[in-house]
């Protein structure tokens, strides 16, 4: 155990007690341990909590299952109480899911960008919170990328999907509770929501700083370094490249059988946080599956700092332009988005973001350098931080 670090669950066995929160439903999958290493929903039900059943966000309770895939309801093999999905006929729960509960938990760690749909799960939690008047308490978690920030924000009016339903950054800065705060405030829920703090975070550190083991978060989140170059590579779901599933460095590697001898100096040239490599891989799944791909290993070496979406998308950029006969956008289909159209727009936030990688290199380098920069979004949230 980190003895600078607890986590909310920690802060909340160490100081309250159970029966104030009667029956209780919690929101959690297989990520979220105490830091000593406890699963969460076991180590509330060793303090005496009564948990009556468990909901789980995408993946499922395990947090493995395949990316975008419906998820059923079950029941957990380890505490053997029911499973209602919020992945699968629907998002948020229902009046007859929360007929026995008094009070929903929430404990998910999540990874600090848009687009990973643990948080908009809670967004749900909160509305559903609202409508059957349920006390929504946050276990709060750091987020593991720290609380720096980085655009685009979400056009939401042509851009709102599960992968982004509201205006806020890709590289939000935030811990989940609190985006619950400043959603309850900003969307007027009037949610009873209570926010149990973390101790000991410093929001300029990413997680590892801390020297906390990784616990995957999703079945292409395996490690710091998958984590870490996620921001820069998740665009590649919406071409025609592999992201690196398959391998045993999702999103640390990209690449596809035609992407040979990639000339690396203007990527490198943009930063000194990151480090670019050539390298080739054999995916076991998803694209080019059992095909030898050439490509790029992408390893962050300064993690405070890095301008991940800026380089994320550059690298599109320069692909495409080197690349101009194999590159191709491409659908990426999920529970969430049947038809996988418009998959850049959704995960970036800008409509018809296609047309950006049309321009010459210094138009669109100074776009997106500008949509990047977002001092509204700090002064907007800055009511709502813990930490």
């Known amino acids: 155990m980190n003895p600078h670090l607890s986590f909310g669950i920690d802060q909340l066995i160490q100081q309250a007690s159970p029966e104030q929160h009667g029956r209780i439903g919690l929101v959690t999958n297989d990520a979220a341990y105490t830091t000593i290493g406890q699963q969460s929903r076991l180590a509330l039900l060793e303090a005496g909590f009564l948990i009556q059943k468990l909901f789980s966000p995408e993946h499922g309770l395990s947090a493995t299952g395949p990316d975008g895939a419906f998820i059923p309801n079950g029941v957990d093999s380890l505490t053997a109480l029911p499973i209602v999905s919020l992945y699968g006929e629907k998002l948020a729960p229902d009046s007859t899911d929360l007929t026995d509960i008094d009070t929903v938990f929430f404990d998910i760690p999540d990874i600090g960008l848009r687009y990973y749909t643990y948080l908009w799960t809670l967004t749900h939690v909160l509305e559903a919170c609202a409508v059957h008047q349920k006390k929504l308490v946050i276990l709060d978690r750091p987020n593991p990328l720290s609380g720096n920030v980085e655009g685009p924000m979400l056009e939401e009016q042509y851009c709102s999907s599960f992968i982004g339903r509201w205006n806020i950054p890709v590289r939000h800065g935030c811990t989940l509770?609190?985006?619950?705060?400043?959603?309850?405030?900003?969307?007027?829920?009037?949610?009873?929501?209570?926010?149990?703090?973390?101790?000991?975070?410093?929001?300029?550190?990413?997680?590892?700083?801390?020297?906390?083991?990784?616990?995957?978060?999703?079945?292409?989140?395996?490690?710091?370094?998958?984590?870490?170059?996620?921001?820069?590579?998740?665009?590649?779901?919406?071409?025609?490249?592999?992201?690196?599933?398959?391998?045993?460095?999702?999103?640390?590697?990209?690449?596809?059988?035609?992407?040979?001898?990639?000339?690396?100096?203007?990527?490198q040239g943009l930063t000194e946080e990151v480090v670019f490599e050539n390298c080739q891989f054999v995916p076991s799944e998803g694209k080019f599956m059992n095909e030898v791909c050439y490509g790029l290993k992408i390893r962050v070496k300064k993690a405070q700092h890095y301008p991940s979406i800026?380089?994320?998308?550059?690298?599109?950029?320069?692909?495409?332009?080197?690349?101009?006969?194999?590159?191709?956008?491409?659908?990426?289909?999920?529970?969430?988005?049947?038809?996988?159209?418009?998959?850049?727009?959704?995960?970036?936030?800008?409509?018809?973001?296609?047309?950006?990688?049309?321009?010459?290199?210094?138009?669109?380098?100074?776009?997106?350098?500008?949509?990047?920069?977002?001092?509204?979004?700090?002064?907007?949230?800055?009511?709502?931080?813990?930490?």
């Open 177 to 267: 509770g609190e985006l619950a705060m400043f959603f309850n405030a900003e969307k007027n829920l009037q949610v009873d929501l209570q926010v149990i703090s973390c101790k000991g975070w410093n929001r300029s550190l990413i997680l590892r700083d801390y020297g906390m083991p990784f616990q995957p978060t999703s079945p292409a989140i395996v490690s710091w370094e998958c984590m870490l170059a996620y921001p820069i590579t998740a665009y590649l779901e919406a071409t025609n490249l592999s992201d690196g599933r398959g391998t045993n460095a999702p999103f640390a590697q990209i690449g596809a059988p035609w992407l040979q001898g990639f000339d690396l100096s203007k990527l």
């Open 310 to 387: 800026l380089l994320g998308l550059c690298l599109i950029k320069l692909i495409k332009a080197q690349y101009p006969a194999y590159f191709s956008w491409k659908p990426y289909p999920t529970r969430a988005n049947p038809t996988g159209l418009r998959h850049l727009d959704l995960l970036t936030g800008i409509y018809q973001s296609e047309r950006l990688f049309e321009l010459t290199w210094v138009d669109f380098f100074t776009q997106i350098k500008d949509f990047t920069r977002i001092t509204e979004w700090q002064r907007k949230v800055l009511p709502y931080l813990l930490y």
